[in-house]
T-cell receptor
Framework: QQQVKQSPQSLIVQKGGISIINCAYENTAFDYFPWYQQFPGKGPALLIAIRPDVSEKKEGRFTISFNKSAKQFSLHIMDSQPGDSATYFCAASKSNYQLIWGAGTKLIIKP | GAGVSQSPSNKVTEKGKDVELRCDPISGHTALYWYRQSLGQGLEFLIYFQGNSAPDKSGLPSDRFSAERTGGSVSTLTIQRTQQEDSAVYLC?????????????FGQGTRLTVV
């Protein structure tokens, strides 16, 4: 019930394409769903986050889609660029201090 | 400092030795978190501090692990009698409050290798 399952483990996308990473959760008490971006040798950095009262949130080229009934949420990166190459983590929380993390997706954008 | 600072960046230690990992949070951040990241895995929660107290230390893997925070600022994670399975990147994060309405900022981590 505490798990967040993330897929795919790795992803290669051509420059300019759309990168899609998916996550699924079980605990219906989760009400905060952030995505973090991590570059090698750095700590994760918050990219974008959503709460379940909306189905979509967009910030620049990054969009979170949220499906409450299916208990799934996804990150879409439009017009993917080589600088987007990083590891992406989804997470979920009950709006307290503790985040439950997905296993991560290593994204490579080919020029 | 401008961000969360962790030291050392890398630590290689012999099995059975004790290690101390240090975290300097962003000034004014009351909440501090320690996570462990193993290769190819997500982040594993270890402990949460609010000020100097630790309301939740449920993620500490064993009694060989301990952490303290002094002055509402610097935190030290201590691992006694290190084992090879302790090898991982240890990440520290801080936030203004313990509520996730406020963003948590991460340090660059300490890569611990137990040989």
């Amino acid at each position: 019930q505490q798990q967040v399952k993330q897929s795919p483990q790795s992803l290669i996308v051509q420059k300019g394409g759309i990168s899609i990473i998916n996550c699924a959760y079980e605990n219906t008490a989760f009400d905060y769903f952030p995505w973090y971006q991590q570059f090698p040798g750095k700590g994760p950095a918050l990219l974008i986050a959503i709460r379940p009262d909306v189905s979509e949130k967009k910030e620049g080229r990054f969009t979170i889609s949220f499906n409450k009934s299916a208990k799934q949420f996804s990150l879409h990166i439009m017009d993917s660029q080589p600088g987007d190459s990083a590891t992406y983590f989804c997470a979920a929380s009950k709006s307290n201090y503790q985040l439950i993390w997905g296993a991560g997706t290593k994204l490579i954008i080919k020029p | 400092g401008a961000g969360v600072s962790q030291s050392p960046s890398n630590k290689v230690t012999e099995k059975g030795k004790d290690v101390e990992l240090r975290c300097d949070p962003i000034s004014g951040h009351t909440a501090l978190y320690w996570y462990r990241q193993s290769l190819g895995q997500g982040l594993e929660f270890l402990i949460y501090f609010q000020g100097n107290s630790a309301p939740d230390k449920s993620g500490l893997p064993s009694d060989r692990f301990s952490a303290e925070r002094t002055g509402g600022s610097v935190s030290t994670l201590t691992i006694q009698r290190t084992q090879q399975e302790d090898s991982a990147v240890y990440l520290c994060a801080s936030s203004v409050t313990g509520n996730l309405n406020t963003e948590a900022f991460f340090g660059q981590g300490t890569r611990l290798t137990v040989v």
